[in-house]
């Protein structure tokens, strides 16, 4: 099993555009999920495979993915997206980043 | 929908098992699914502890797998997570959640319905 690296902290204004990133090589056969997890909060799914959501989750949030490198973005960010997210291959979880909407 | 919802002792004494059960809810366990535990110490992040088919089949994670026993029950539709020798170290929140897993040119994995999740401290 390999380790799924992501930045710990990100900053977006209000309305704005962010992109959160997590490698590993495993991702070069896996796609990588996504969860967020807002504080004393199970995570929640909110994007699997090439770019898809779950029911119910705002369409401001997409995936994307190259190499061994996915990505979670998030466009026009809301004040409720503040949380952490992290990133699954299989039997791995990310590093998790923190978004603080600005 | 389905809904899970872990249960068991919130206090386990250090070099006890812990022992915690996911009952499964609005849908069948033995349904074409794995099922999994995943815990989060105080402060940290996400980690995976292992996963079952209702035919019982496992995997484990590598630094857990000497002390961690997963078993599912199709009678009272649930699943089980046993943890022994345990220190403060797994001191955590443990969640149990539904795996969908399913490949095409890419692997598919990702969870989509999981417990509210369980605190479980160990000290003595």
């Known amino acids: 099993s390999s380790e799924l690296t992501q930045d710990p902290a990100v900053s977006v204004a209000l309305g704005q555009t962010v992109r959160i990133t997590c490698q590993g090589d495993?991702?070069?056969?896996?796609?990588a999920s996504w969860y967020q997890q807002k504080p004393g909060q199970a995570p929640v799914l909110v994007i699997y495979?090439?770019?898809n959501r779950p029911s119910g989750i705002p369409d401001r949030f997409s995936g994307s993915s190259s190499g061994n490198t996915a990505s979670l973005t998030i466009t026009g960010a809301q004040a409720e997206d503040e949380a952490d997210y992290y990133c699954?291959?299989?039997?791995?979880f990310g590093t998790g980043t923190k978004v603080t909407v600005l | 929908q389905v809904q899970l919802q872990e249960s068991g002792p919130g206090l386990v004494k250090p070099s006890g098992t812990l022992s915690l059960t996911c009952a499964v809810s609005?849908?069948?366990?033995?349904?074409?699914?794995?099922w999994s535990w995943v815990r989060q110490p105080p402060g940290k992040g996400l980690e995976w502890i292992g996963e079952?088919?209702?035919?019982?089949?496992?995997n484990y994670n590598p630094s857990l797998k000497s002390r961690v026993t997963i078993s599912v029950d199709k009678s009272k539709n649930q699943f089980s997570l046993k943890l022994s020798s345990v220190t403060a170290a797994d001191t955590a929140v443990y969640y149990c959640?539904?795996?969908?897993?399913?490949?095409?040119?890419?692997?598919?994995?990702?969870?989509?319905?999981w417990g509210k999740g369980t605190t479980v401290t160990v000290s003595s």
């Open positions: 079952i088919y209702h035919s019982g089949s496992t």
């Open positions: 959640a539904r795996i969908i897993e399913y490949s095409s040119s890419y692997y598919y994995y990702y969870m989509d319905v």
């Open positions: 495979g090439k770019n």
């Open positions: 699954n291959s299989r039997e791995t």
């Open positions: 609005g849908g069948s366990i033995s349904s074409s699914n794995w």
């Open positions: 495993s991702l070069r056969s896996y796609y």
